[in-house]
């Protein structure tokens, strides 16, 4: 199983460990890059010192600024002859140094070399003069250490840097992060009065204005919930009461006076709760359904519509009742779609004064009334917590907007000059 840490911990190790390589890699540049091009650099000078002697081989002036030194060989050694100039810096030339560089040329068999010699490098270039003679032209420089008190020094100063710099921007970026992750918790235990700190980071100050945004909608959904749900259980709460007090006054024997039979009041009650727990079963679950709408069934909506009007005509036989005798098909969930349309029309059934009027158009079908139009912004008629003329709640309209968004159209509802109409576009095939 993988270890998790922290961000905080993850954004320190990662920015230290890149910027230590990066430090070991300039290491490694000056260990063997900077000291190939210093050695070329070396090399090269003692080159131009040779051509240089060897026009001027004739001057015998010990003012020749290179130290150099004159090996004739012969058959079983050889003897070295150094100029003033070079005996002043590395000796008489009996000594072992001089005897150290003609020993790495033997061995090495080349015109030019290097070796280590205590705490000196000394690089060395000839050039031969015939007759056996060989002109030696060498320098020493001082060897670095690989660890000297400087690099320690600066190691040590690029660390402390390095380190500071780590935490300061993993606590810039993770500190918000921690501040955004309270607030979230905050949120989700409903405390609506939680604030959130002021955050520098740009992108992570945008997250934090969503948070907000969704805190502020949250609180509205919430206030709004529990308006409707003290709303529906007053709603709920007088037709049982209703029924409990006609049952016990039946039981108890006692003659209700009123226009209706008691049974009759009972069962108008009890349809009527029926009616309200079936919208609120609806609404709960007709969002899953409507999402699982089967995109391959081909749904005749013009038969749905029909199939409507000829069940809700009884409601009110004296309407007169147009319906447009159009084929309309779309993709969709026939079960659904019959739900929504149902409300649409019962609710137009229900403030009609003579005649409804379906029709279709193009992608669009338009059930409308010549009853008294909106008081109200229409756009408020889909929404749960809307309250109708007769003081009930909207969840059918609210119900049949959730199917048609499901099935990619929408529904929008408006005055006209001779009543209302509601306008549902869906996608026809």
């Known amino acids: ?183 979230s918790v905050e949120i989700s235990k409903k405390n609506y009065q939680a604030t959130l700190d002021p955050i520098d980071n740009v992108e992570l100050e945008e997250l934090g204005t969503y948070l907000i945004n969704m805190k502020n909608e949250l609180e509205q959904i919430d206030q709004n919930e529990r308006y409707f749900l003290q709303t529906t259980s007053h709603d709920l709460k007088t037709p049982i009461m209703v029924i409990k007090g006609y049952a016990q006054s039946m039981i108890d024997g006692i003659k209700i006076n009123s226009m209706d039979k008691p049974e009759k009041i009972i069962l108008n009650e009890a349809e009527r709760l029926e009616r309200k727990v079936t919208q609120l079963i609806h609404l709960n679950t007709l969002q899953h359904a409507s999402e699982q709408v089967n995109k391959y069934e081909v749904v005749r909506v013009d038969r749905i519509l029909k199939n409507i009007v000829s069940k809700l005509r009884v409601i009110r036989p004296e309407l007169q009742f147009d319906l447009e005798n159009d084929v309309f098909e779309c993709q969709g969930n026939s079960d659904t779609l019959l739900i929504a349309f149902e409300n649409i029309v019962e ?52 119900i049949s907007e959730r199917v048609f968004n499901a099935h990619n159209g929408e529904i929008k509802a408006y005055n006209t000059q001779a009543g209302v109409c509601f306008e549902i576009k869906l996608p026809r095939i």
């Open 1 to 183: 199983m993988r270890n998790k840490v922290s961000l905080r911990h993850y954004i320190f190790t990662t920015i230290l460990g890149s910027l230590l390589g990066f430090g070991i890699i300039l290491l490694l540049f000056n260990m063997f890059i900077s000291n190939r091009f210093k050695e070329e650099f070396i090399f090269h000078e003692l080159e131009e010192s040779a051509e240089y002697k060897k026009e001027h081989r004739n001057d015998t002036s010990d003012d020749f600024p290179i130290a150099h030194f004159l090996v004739e060989f012969t058959s079983e050694n050889y003897i070295i002859h150094a100029d003033n100039y070079t005996k002043k810096i590395y000796g008489n030339p009996q000594n072992n140094f001089y005897i150290e560089i003609v020993d790495e040329y033997l061995k090495a068999d080349t015109n030019k070399g290097s070796f280590k010699n205590l705490n000196d490098s000394v690089y060395y270039y000839t050039e031969s003069y015939g007759d056996n003679r060989t002109m030696f032209f060498m320098t020493t420089h001082r060897r670095e250490k690989l660890f000297n008190s400087g690099f320690i020094l600066i190691l040590i100063i690029f660390t402390i840097i390095i380190f500071f710099s780590a935490n300061k921007i993993a606590k810039y970026i993770s500190e918000p992060i921690i501040s955004l992750k309270a607030y």
């Open 347 to 398: 609710n137009q059934i229900r403030y009609a004064n003579k005649k409804i009027t379906i029709t279709m158009d193009n992608d669009c079908i338009y059930i409308s009334n010549d009853g008294p139009g909106f008081d109200t912004n229409p756009e408020t008629l889909f929404d749960i917590y809307h309250k109708g003329k007769e003081g009930q709640f909207g969840l059918g309209l609210s």
